[in-house]
């Protein structure tokens, strides 16, 4: 059978430029890719990178769905299905909210799809497709293979060095999916030897960990990132931000090779994370937390959520005072998102407060619901102007690294990517992505470029990671 996986176009916020659609491949279809039979045939198509063609007729679509790529993986079902092609969705969206989906797919995967898929293509073989396959108790990590890299064009995009270390997160926030029915949340990790020859796989010795929180585990971060050091990786994650409270693995995540932390602050408001249940957040740590972080050569970008019902029009300018204030380097803002399936979503819909339910807007950079102590119109100016604040050149200027390492990095992120983000994604076009972030890591981060240049090419660096 010929199996063509499709990754809809995404909605682009304000901020966005080329830059955000164009930032990594779809991860899960690589692994569907990777799970395949070799006797079958199977294809990528990305929206978000080329114009998915609609005339052919492969035996199996199988669509990955977030919630504000649904309407356009609906679509493109739809069209599929009219002439007689089957067609299969998953994603988070399809298991967080299945019905929604089982009414484009003649099958919807709920959950991880790593036992799920096979038996789906037998099925399929025999013509006997079941309506839906069901998989929220969790898989062994062991049975999750390395992604199939071969299916990417890859000079389509920035980055093509992501990867996970395990699946799930050790909270329930009630604004994320982890609180929806369908999702197995329960975190766990992949072996070591998994994740070396995982990051082998690669063939680059710059990586980016796209884990929902990379230290779910901090037992086996401490067993892990020895390895890390004596790879001589440059590296990049996302944490909770009880990482303060680990000093030992800041220390070894420096020593390894990590260069930057994405980190959910969310609030400066504790009542507002009390309420959502991010009890792992206490805001009366976070600024030791970013000031460890700093002093050990690492980036922080806070990602932040506005529209908590204890959040006023002054939200704004007091989040922006203690950005300024910590020096944090980068900042990635969202409006509060009821997701469909998740607690809030449940919580705001028997309040009688969400008022747009075009699954397009949900990608929190629109007010969809009523908030407590603002109106929507205040929540979205209030949040535009945040970008534009904090990315001004004096805010720029007031935030500024201390350290020297980090100068270069955050000056390529604040002006390159954020605030000349649409001028600079032109020359993107012209000289091809993948060249400009090469030209961004060699002048980030001098030690991966000596050891680019001492290795002479890249398969001889290559063969040093994998040593």
């Known amino acids: 059978m010929w199996i063509k996986l499709i990754s809809p176009m995404t909605t682009a916020r304000p901020m966005d430029s080329i830059w955000k659609s164009r930032m990594a491949p779809p991860l899960a279809l690589l692994v569907l890719g990777s799970l395949t039979p ?20 492969p035996d199996i679509v199988g669509i990955t769905v977030k919630v504000d790529t649904a309407v356009g993986a609906f679509e493109i079902a739809d069209k599929y299905r009219a002439k007689g092609v089957r067609v299969v969705m998953g994603g988070i969206h399809a298991t967080a909210c299945p019905d929604d989906c089982v009414k484009h797919a003649d099958s919807v995967v709920i959950g991880d799809a790593e036992e799920i898929w096979p038996q789906l293509l037998r099925d399929a073989e025999r013509g006997n497709l079941k309506r839906i396959y069901k998989n929220i108790s969790g898989i062994g990590t062991e049975k999750i293979p390395i992604p199939k890299w071969n299916m990417l064009k890859h000079s389509k995009y920035l980055f093509t060095n992501t990867l996970t270390i395990g699946r799930g997160c ?99 408001n504790q009542s507002n994370l009390l309420k959502c249940h991010k009890t792992q957040n206490k805001i009366e740590k976070y600024d030791a937390t970013i000031e460890k972080i700093h002093k050990r050569g690492m980036l922080v970008n806070a990602s932040l959520v506005f529209g908590f019902d204890d959040d006023d029009p002054s939200v704004f300018p007091s989040t922006l005072e203690w950005l300024i204030k910590n020096r944090v380097s980068t900042m990635t803002a969202h409006i509060l998102t009821p997701y469909p399936g998740t607690a809030l979503h449940k919580r705001l819909e028997s309040e009688g407060r969400i008022i747009d339910r075009d699954l397009r807007r949900y990608n929190t950079a629109h007010a969809v619901f009523i908030p407590a102590k603002m109106s929507p119109k205040e929540l979205e100016t209030g949040y535009v102007k945040m970008y534009s604040d904090f990315y001004s050149w004096l805010n720029i200027m007031r935030r500024f690294p201390v350290a020297n390492n980090q100068i270069m990095p955050y000056l390529q992120f604040n002006l390159l990517y954020r605030k000349f983000g649409r001028q600079t994604s032109i020359l993107g076009r012209i000289f091809g992505l993948r060249r400009l972030a090469e030209f961004a890591r060699r002048t980030s981060y001098p030690k991966w470029r000596k050891k680019k240049e001492d290795n002479g090419n890249c398969m001889a660096m290559e063969k040093e990671v994998i040593a």
């Open 38 to 57: 070799a006797s079958h045939k199977v294809t990528l198509e990305d929206e978000n990178i080329e114009k998915i063609n609609l005339g052919d007729s």
């Open 170 to 268: 050790p909270w329930r926030c009630d604004f994320c999916y982890n609180s929806a029915e369908n999702i197995d949340s329960n975190y766990r990790t992949k072996s070591v030897r998994q994740i070396l020859d995982e990051i082998a796989s690669l063939k680059t010795d710059h990586v980016m960990f796209i884990d929902d929180n990379f230290i779910g585990n901090p037992n086996f971060v401490r067993l892990l990132l020895p390895e890390f050091k004596k790879l001589g990786i440059t590296w990049h994650t996302a944490v909770s931000t009880n990482i303060g409270l680990y000093d030992d693995i800041l220390d070894m995540m420096s020593e390894s090779g990590c260069k930057s932390l994405f980190i959910g602050f969310e609030s400066v």
